[in-house]
Antibody, heavy 119, light 109 residues
């Protein structure tokens, strides 16, 4: 079964960049699925950030597109999120997940990691 | 795009059936049969329970069912159980993006 685990550096200061990595286990990241990021501010709902495929093709939430970069590292079987110019509104639990493409659901999820933006 | 609209809360007694609505527009739910539903218990990651409007992944209870009419999708939980108390989110494909609903808290009385 596919397993995903988010990792990141911890608190981020306002105006800096947030960087997270998702390590994929028990499944090759090159096996043709998409890999995505979803976030959830404390006490609020889910928000899709974007998804990337094995070739590096990405599609993004239009509201975040200008600040988001997704990348994939097939040699390490992991994919990454970079969100620039963060504010307190970017404080959230960030989840990585897998899906089969733009029309497909997120079938496997990581446990999530809380990222706090604070000075 | 705006988030899909869900009721903030729905409640029911054990054994009853409840239905959660998810209202979009003619450009999202109304245009595609790519609606999925997720169950989220406190402190846990969401879990996929319905995809493509009315399909259940392997291992998901048959008490969960989905449907769609026009711009509104629905999730029905039959034979409500204590373990069904959780937050539920709908999601729809919209022109190469994915839109979530605001979430519905289900309380088992």
């Amino acid at each position: 079964q596919v397993q995903l685990q988010e990792s990141g550096p911890g608190p981020v200061k306002p105006s800096e960049a947030l960087a997270l990595t998702c390590i994929v286990s028990n499944y090759s990241i090159t096996n043709g699925v998409y890999w995505g990021w979803i976030r959830q501010p404390p006490g609020k709902g889910l928000e899709w950030i974007g998804s990337v495929d094995r070739g590096g093709f990405s599609y993004y939430n239009p509201s975040l597109k200008s600040r988001v970069t997704l990348s994939i590292d097939t040699s390490r079987n992991q994919f990454s999120l970079r969100l620039t110019s963060v504010t307190a509104a970017d404080t959230a639990v960030y989840y990585c997940a897998s899906d089969q493409g733009p029309t497909s659901p997120f079938d496997y999820w990581g446990p999530g990691t809380l990222v706090t933006v604070s000075s | 795009q705006s988030a899909l609209t869900q009721p903030a809360s729905v409640s029911g007694s054990p054994g009853q059936s409840i239905t959660i609505s998810c209202t979009g527009t003619s450009t999202d739910i109304g245009s595609y049969n790519y609606v999925s539903w997720y169950q989220q218990h406190p402190g846990k990651a969401p879990k996929l329970i319905i995809y493509d409007v009315n399909n259940r992944p392997s291992g998901v209870s048959s008490r969960f069912s989905g449907s769609k009419s026009g711009n509104t999708a629905s999730l029905t939980i039959s034979g409500l159980q204590a373990e069904d108390e959780a937050d539920y989110y709908c999601n729809s494909f919209v022109t190469n993006t994915k839109l979530f609903g605001g979430g519905t808290k289900v309380t088992v009385l």
